[in-house]
């Protein structure tokens, strides 16, 4: 069974050796894809490795907003071999395969970069079908499907375009393959040649060598196209509808980053990780900051010897009442636990945008997980509060980034904004984002009267027990108000304290703050419910950025008369046990959807409000779920499948 | 503003040291300093690590963050870092910055940061009993340890020399005006400042007591010869005037680092002030930093409406001009 996507929409694929510009070339092609009209998913697969490992980028292009992948791939670009071998099965019927004609002998067994487990499970797919195991083999078990396939002799064709150019440097000149390998497949889309040029101007705008040679590659690969072969009856065809205007073609990582800056986030500290890192490039390379007062802000990124200086010095930081963040993934976080709590223990506001990826321990670098949930909100020795949330898609990711910030400073605690690979390299089409957004500092002062009735010690009392939990905060340097902070159990002062009675009430203070938060925070930040009504019976909850391919799953099953509700639980900690329950009230069934392998979110659902998970779908193999797998795995469950425990496997 | 005294910048909070532990003349040492250059109480704060040394900034009367073990310098790095304002001093002990914290002292010296960092050096983990810490040498046994230390130990003056401080000296908790000064200049100092302080402790450390740095025996006579001498004494100036003097230099201060037993050095060995501070290098990229640092901006207006735009960066996103 497929998942049969009947909205005008394709799903393209451009795969090569790391290093051979993958990523530039589908970024293109997703621009030019734009710019003609459509909605763009795209995600990004690669390896833990600097130059020649096999590296793929999946881009949906629709009429309608895409938020997700599917298993099947419509058009296949290549211009090496091992791109046809690891995906061409993949490619649907009537689909097209766009590959490097001289490569068409080329053995299996002689392309270096495909590990064994891979080469014996692509070599025995050709064996059981009859075919050679080469190149051309693949190429005829997809043609048996009813694929078409175009042979391109790109070195011939490269000749030619030095020969336009005037470039005897061929060599040099040979890195303009890929984009003469995305320009033919528009070329075969019938996607117009002027938005692709539109496009590469956009990105080598500034180089005026590179933008030549790439424009020449582009307009001889696009008219050999025209000229070689009909594309009149290539099934794959689509139509753009509209123009996007107003729209941003944006990755998770640079959605989080302008966030954090038009959330008024002016230090970050990092370590460089995968796949955390790129935020705070992004952020570096934004890093000053133009403000509607005419004034000039500014970012400072600080690179640190490790994930314990990060952590420690964004708090320092934030002691001097600066909005502060650091970013990391699964190993650096680990490394943070000890701060985080000394955070918790003396009210400091800090975010920290934690990327997942597939753990435990250096895991799947380079690869997707939510397999950090548990972990996350637990981090740490103690009882201490923190507040963790969870984004689900790009969008969400940039008005997330100013939410944790405001729900740090109210609450006066570490937040702890959980994001993955799987957000965080994709790229998507999105609506312009707003400012219309609120600024929340809480108790935050700059300046404050001398304490009339101040501690035991006569000083300050930054710690005060009153009625709220939250106490008047100012940054460090303010006058009259100098108070201490110590990871010890403290007075209303700050200073050291071992007493029984100052230790419950501080305690008290602390985790109160957990039942302010879940009083005050929005019920839509705690979760979200999509497909539902009073009486919806079937129930599929989950987080994060599974979302979009579960949206449209349910869609799909709606059409068919299958109705599911959808609970994204954006709040994890603390737990909104009680919109859980409400939305919970009259489900029968409860399917929990999660990229981890023990269900992670379904056991905080079955601690918090009683009721059993009844289907799990699970996957924990690095890839990020598809459309298609959650819609096969959901038809299954409905169809009276009796596995309790579903594990999915799509993705190469 | 009335003349800050002396007493101002300490607190009543109870003090619970060990008698005779030379952490006091540190103490005293970093107040009357404080006092001396008149730094506004709100405008200094003291950042700590984890053991008794730890505890210092409790007895400070200006704003004091005690960290974590080992973190002091990230904590107050970030500090100075997002407010250049603030007069920030770290301090922490031996295992703390040399130890569990040996990266951050490395790191740390690679940025350049503008504080002084005090370690007070007793050569053991005085808090969990007793314990080798870094700066014990092989061999070497005290009271508390069962065995002779089995590690050797690391040679902080040097260790701070190759990270890249840019001032470094060394006093002893017992000359409480030597150290007092060599803490004033560090604070002046344009850049990371390293002050290793000789702290015996005089419940765990048996070998290297204030006894013992006060001098040995001359043959047949009553007299002590102290063991510690100072530098300047001898005609030695640590400062670079000339990034030339700089090779030449650093072999004198390692051979200094090495001096231990009879004759054990103090004084600045090193001040540097030719090596761009971490705040400069900052400026570099971001020109109005000193005036308006992190700590300093405005990020939302009355109306708690965000002050930044983003439209630039969204520009450069947008798929249709």
Redesign the interface.
């Known amino acids: 069974m497929s998942f049969s996507d009947n909205a005008n929409s394709i799903s393209w694929l451009i795969g090569g050796p790391q290093g051979s510009g993958v990523d530039s070339a589908a970024n293109i092609f997703a ?1 030019t894809c ?2 003609e009209g459509f909605h763009i998913f795209g995600k990004r697969e690669f390896y833990s490795n600097i130059k020649g490992e096999h590296s793929y980028f999946t881009i949906r292009i629709s009429e309608k907003p895409v938020n997700s992948h599917l298993e099947d791939v419509n058009m296949l670009v290549s211009f090496d071999a091992e791109t046809v071998f690891r995906h061409a099965d993949k490619v649907s019927p009537n689909g097209v395969i766009i590959y490097d004609s001289s490569l068409a002998e080329t053995v299996l067994e002689e392309v270096p970069t495909i590990d064994f487990e891979a080469n014996k499970r692509i070599g025995k797919l050709l064996q059981d079908s009859g075919l050679s195991q080469k190149l051309n083999g693949m190429l005829d078990l997809a043609r048996s499907r009813g694929c078409t396939v175009y042979g391109l002799p790109y070195y011939e064709m490269i000749e030619a375009v030095g020969r336009n150019l005037d470039d005897p440097k061929l060599s040099k000149l040979s890195r303009v393959v890929n984009v003469m390998a995305i320009s033919a497949s528009l070329s075969l889309l019938g996607i117009k040649k002027d938005m692709l040029i539109s496009a590469i101007k956009d990105v080598f705008g500034s180089k005026p060598k590179l933008l030549s040679s790439n424009i020449e590659a582009a307009e001889y690969a696009y008219s050999y196209i025209n000229t070689k072969f009909d594309a009149k009856n290539i099934k794959c065809k689509i139509t753009p509808k509209a ?8 990755s998770g990582s ?1 959605a989080a980053a ?1 966030g954090k ?4 986030c ?2 970050q ?1 990092y370590y460089p990780i995968t796949p955390a890192s790129d935020e705070s490039e992004f952020l570096e390379s ?8 005419g ?6 990124v ?1 690179q ?3 994930e ?3 952590i ?13 963040a650091t970013a990391t993934s699964g190993p650096g976080f680990s490394l943070m636990a ?2 985080l709590g ?1 955070a918790g223990m003396n009210e400091v506001p800090l975010v920290v945008t934690m990327y997942q990826r597939a753990g435990p321990s250096t895991g799947l670098p380079t690869r997707h997980e939510q397999g950090d949930l548990l972990f996350t909100i637990n981090a740490g020795h103690g009882d201490f509060p923190k507040i963790v949330l969870a984004s689900g898609d790009i969008e969400e990711a940039f008005y997330d980034s ?1 939410k944790a910030f405001n729900f740090a400073e109210l609450y006066q605690l570490p937040v702890i904004h959980l994001l993955d690979k799987a957000i965080s390299s994709s790229i998507q ?1 999105s609506k ?2 707003s ?7 809480g108790r935050f002062k700059r300046d404050i009267d001398k304490d009339p009735s101040p501690g035991t ?3 300050f009392r930054r710690f005060k027990l009153e009625d709220s939990p939250i106490s008047t905060r100012v ?14 159990e403290h007075t209303e002062e ?3 304290s071992e007493d029984p009675e100052n230790r419950n009430k501080m305690m008290d203070k602390r985790m109160k703050k957990l039942e302010l938060a879940l009083e005050k925070i929005a019920e839509d930040d705690k979760a979200a419910c999509y497909n539902f009504d009073s009486n919806t019976k079937n129930v599929v909850i989950s987080w994060g950025s599974t979302k979009g391919a579960i949206l449209e799953a349910l869609e799909k099953l709606t059409e068919e008369g299958s109705k599911l509700g959808f609970i994204q639980v954006r709040l994890l900690h603390p737990f909104p046990t009680g919109t859980i329950k409400k939305f919970l009230t009259n489900a029968r069934l409860i399917i929990d959807v999660e990229m981890n392998y023990s269900s992670q979110l379904g056991s905080l659902v079955q601690q918090y409000t009683g009721r059993e998970i009844d289907f799990k779908i699970v996957k924990y193999n690095g890839r990020p779920m598809s459309t298609t797998e959650i819609y096969i795995a959901l038809k299954a469950i409905l169809s009276g499948n009796n596995e309790r425990r579903i594990v999915l496997d799509g993705g190469t | 503003m009335a003349e800050l005294k002396l007493a101002d910048y300490k607190t009543t909070v109870h003090n619970d040291w060990c008698p005779g532990c030379g952490d006091f003349g540190i103490l005293n040492a970093i107040q009357m300093a404080l006092s001396e250059m008149q730094i506004p109480r709100h405008k200094a704060v003291i950042f700590s690590g984890i053991g008794c040394s730890g505890k210092t900034p409790h007895f400070i009367n200006v704003y004091g963050i005690h960290t974590l073990h080992g973190r002091v310098l990230p904590f107050a790095q970030g500090a100075k870092i997002a407010n250049p304002d603030l007069e920030i001093i770290a301090v922490g002990g031996d295992g703390d910055g040399l130890g569990i914290g040996a990266g951050h002292f490395v790191g740390a010296g690679r940025k350049n940061v503008d504080i002084p960092y005090l370690i007070f050096n007793n050569e053991v983990y005085g808090l969990t009993k007793g314990q080798a810490s870094p700066t014990l040498r092989l061999g070497e046994k005290t009271k508390s340890l069962v065995t002779p230390n089995t590690s050797n130990s690391v040679n902080p003056i040097a260790l701070a020399l190759v990270s890249g401080f840019t001032f470094i000296a060394r006093s002893y908790s017992y000359d409480v005006k030597h150290l007092k000064d060599t803490i004033k200049r560090a604070i002046t100092h344009k850049g990371l400042a390293f002050v290793d302080v000789l702290q015996p402790c005089p419940t765990y450390d048996d070998i290297h007591t204030r006894e013992w740095f006060q001098g040995k025996n001359k043959p047949g006579s009553e007299k002590l010869i102290p063991r510690i001498y100072k530098i300047e004494e001898s005609g030695y100036d640590g400062i670079i005037h000339d990034e030339s003097e700089v090779n030449k230099k650093m072999s004198k201060i390692l051979e200094f680092s090495s001096e231990w037993g009879d004759r054990i050095p103090i004084g600045i060995f090193y001040q540097n002030e030719l090596v761009p501070s971490y705040h400069e290098r900052i400026a570099e990229n971001i020109n109005d930093y000193f005036e308006r640092p992190p700590s300093h901006q405005e990020i939302s207006d009355a109306e708690k409406k965000p002050t930044a735009r983003i439209d630039k960066i969204l520009d450069k996103l947008q798929i249709n001009d």
């Open positions: 621009k734009a710019k123009v996007l205007k107003d729209y941003v073609l944006i640079q302008i800056i038009l959330g008024g002016r230090l500290t934004n890093q000053i900051i133009n403000q509607v007062d004034k000039r802000g500014s970012i400072i600080v640190t010897e490790d314990i200086a990060a420690t010095m964004a708090i320092g930081a934030a002691l001097t009442g600066v909005r502060t000890e701060a000394w100013i089409t312009r984002f400012n219309e957004l609120k600024i929340e500092r010690a006569g000083h940054p460090l340097g303010t006058e009259n108000a100098i108070f201490w902070n110590t990871g010890d700050g200073h050291i």
